[in-house]
């Protein structure tokens, strides 16, 4: 499927084109007046408040009794809450992400490390900003010209977190006590 022109030029429209798109496709007839409508609605509403958001985009675009539901999936995959800047942490850094397959192994490691780490001294702190730098450095989706999405899904795949725990309960036997590991009992 060929991008939109608006996608490539402006990443909230792009997105709007993508809402439009799905809603279509689940039988949702969104035309070029209703997103005509809702990029209205974008430039009033802002985008601080997303719920107020959904609410508006939603009067733009559904006719129907009972489109609500559809639309409100349809709306979390295309504007999920955590799009935008992070908030909470200091901004990252800027760095060479790494391009290719060697590079990202490498990074991966180094991140994964620093994850061990920071789970086995129960650094939430530290926890949040390895995230924001994973998904920074390993989630990218697309090319330096593209709108700089990125995929936490991604950076899962090339992280695998999961060697993480065992090695941060290793490294700090009695840390995490207090957790209850569920059990395989029957009966």
Known sequence: ?????????????????????????????????????????????????????????????????????????????????AVGARTGVPPLEPIARPRDGRAVRARAAALLEQLVDALARQDDGALDRLAARAVDELGRVGNDASSGSHSARRALDALAPQTAIAAALRRAPGAYTHLTLPTNREG
Do not use: C, K, N
């Open 1 to 81: 499927m060929a991008p939109d022109a608006a996608s490539s030029t402006d990443p909230l429209a792009g997105r709007l084109v993508a809402l439009g798109r799905a809603l279509r496709l689940h039988g949702i007839d969104a035309g070029p007046s209703e997103l005509a409508d809702a990029a209205a609605v974008i430039t009033v509403l802002g985008l601080d408040d997303r719920e107020r958001l959904r609410s508006g985009i939603a009067a733009a675009t559904l006719h129907r009794e009972g489109q609500r539901e559809t639309f409100d999936q349809v709306f979390d995959i295309h504007f999920p809450a």
